[in-house]
Structures are given as structure tokens and as C-alpha cells.
């Protein structure tokens, strides 16, 4: 049992009761009766997540002045368009190591191999309503091959110095989160920029 499963006691803060509402193939939705830290309870909508790994691929130099990254320009619906990102995805199978995730990720989205995946941070996405928890890699030593995407994955890459990335978030044409946390956690404590 994890600690989010288990019944919190009189004053503990935590889950009581979980309610199914559907069980997709990305997401689970339900509704959880919780125990607030004041002691009363009440019911929290929650979408839980499998998580997911991300990843900044760095080309050549990574001590360069001002590196080249890969970004991906994807469609997405939700977003109703193309967004620049990191590649990024979800595990394929329940245990699957978080660096095994993000090699495989950059690997069928950009084609490139990670010689060297170095782990940066982890962050939750939405904590309000979902349990979705990205962690967030590095990788340098790339290698170049095939890529195998999914069949509903419409991408390209592109190729950026970090410079370029980090006026792309300040501009507003870089606003998925997952990828702007990756580039500012990058360029401020890995790259000193």
C-alpha cells in the first residue's frame, strides 16, 4: 500500500475514500473523500496520472557559451495547435525507470540517442486536481537515428541555440509548461545563464 492509499488516522491529513468515475488510457478520473489538515473533510475531484519523463537534448557542446538545443513543434489538440516542446511521455509499462523513459521518449519522438541522461528536477503539474508528476532530464552525447512515433504524434523538430529557447518562453511562444520548466531549470542551474 502506498502512502496516498492508506486511511489517514482521526487528525492526519490525507485519503479516505476513492469513487471511480472512468478509467481511460491516459488518465483515471474519480472523486476522493479527503481529511483536510484542519480535520474536516470533504470530496476533491482528481485525475490520476501514470506520470511522465521529459527531456532537453543538447547538441554538440554542452559547456559551449550558448548551446543548441532540440525542441519538437507538436499538435495538440487540447491546445488547439502546434506548441514547441521537449520530447516528453509516459511510461509503457507500470515500474518502467524514469531515465529508461526518457531515453526511450527522445529516442522515438527526435531520433536521437542519449550517451549521457543526466536527471535535473521533478515537478506536479496541476496539484489542484491531477497526481501527473514530470521528471525532467538532460541528455548530451546524442547520436542520430530513426524516430518511431505514435500514430497520433505529428512533430518536427527544431534545432535552437538555449539563447533562442529562453527568448521563446520569455515572448510567449513557448508556453507548455513542462518544457518551459526544463529550459529555466537548465539554463539557470546547469548553464549558468
Given at each position: 500500500?502506498s502512502?496516498?492509499?492508506?486511511?489517514?488516522?482521526?487528525?492526519?491529513?490525507?485519503?479516505?475514500?476513492?469513487?471511480?468515475?472512468?478509467r481511460?488510457?491516459?488518465?483515471?478520473l474519480?472523486?476522493d473523500?479527503?481529511?483536510?489538515p484542519?480535520?474536516?473533510?470533504?470530496?476533491l475531484?482528481m485525475?490520476?496520472?501514470?506520470?511522465?519523463?521529459?527531456?532537453?537534448p543538447?547538441l554538440?557542446?554542452?559547456?559551449?557559451?550558448?548551446?543548441?538545443?532540440?525542441?519538437?513543434?507538436q499538435?495538440?489538440?487540447a491546445?488547439?495547435?502546434?506548441?514547441?516542446e521537449?520530447p516528453?511521455g509516459?511510461?509503457?509499462?507500470?515500474?518502467e525507470p524514469w531515465?529508461?523513459?526518457?531515453?526511450?521518449?527522445?529516442?522515438?519522438?527526435?531520433?536521437?540517442?542519449?550517451?549521457?541522461l543526466?536527471?535535473?528536477?521533478?515537478?506536479?503539474?496541476?496539484?489542484?486536481?491531477?497526481?501527473?508528476?514530470i521528471?525532467l532530464?538532460?541528455a548530451?552525447?546524442?547520436?542520430?537515428?530513426?524516430?518511431?512515433?505514435?500514430?497520433?504524434?505529428?512533430?518536427?523538430?527544431?534545432?535552437?541555440?538555449?539563447?533562442?529557447?529562453l527568448?521563446?518562453?520569455?515572448?510567449?511562444?513557448?508556453?507548455?509548461?513542462?518544457?518551459?520548466?526544463?529550459?529555466l531549470?537548465?539554463?539557470?542551474?546547469?548553464?549558468?545563464?
Amino acid at each position: 500500500m502506498s502512502d496516498s492509499d492508506r486511511q489517514p488516522s482521526a487528525a492526519e491529513p490525507g485519503l479516505i475514500e476513492r469513487r471511480p468515475v472512468h478509467r481511460g488510457r491516459i488518465v483515471d478520473l474519480g472523486v476522493d473523500t479527503v481529511r483536510f489538515p484542519d480535520g474536516s473533510t470533504g470530496e476533491l475531484e482528481m485525475v490520476r496520472h501514470s506520470g511522465a519523463a521529459a527531456v532537453l537534448p543538447v547538441l554538440g557542446d554542452p559547456d559551449g557559451p550558448d548551446p543548441q538545443i532540440v525542441l519538437i513543434r507538436q499538435y495538440r489538440y487540447a491546445a488547439g495547435g502546434w506548441l514547441y516542446e521537449v520530447p516528453a511521455g509516459r511510461p509503457d509499462r507500470p515500474g518502467e525507470p524514469w531515465e529508461e523513459c526518457a531515453r526511450r521518449e527522445l529516442r522515438e519522438e527526435t531520433g536521437l540517442e542519449a550517451g549521457t541522461l543526466r536527471p535535473l528536477t521533478a515537478i506536479w503539474t496541476t496539484p489542484g486536481f491531477t497526481d501527473e508528476r514530470i521528471h525532467l532530464f538532460m541528455a548530451t552525447d546524442l547520436t542520430a537515428g530513426p524516430t518511431q512515433m505514435d500514430a497520433d504524434e505529428f512533430m518536427e523538430t527544431v534545432a535552437v541555440p538555449l539563447s533562442e529557447a529562453l527568448r521563446m518562453v520569455r515572448d510567449g511562444e513557448v508556453t507548455d509548461g513542462k518544457t518551459m520548466c526544463t529550459l529555466l531549470y537548465a539554463a539557470g542551474f546547469v548553464f549558468g545563464m
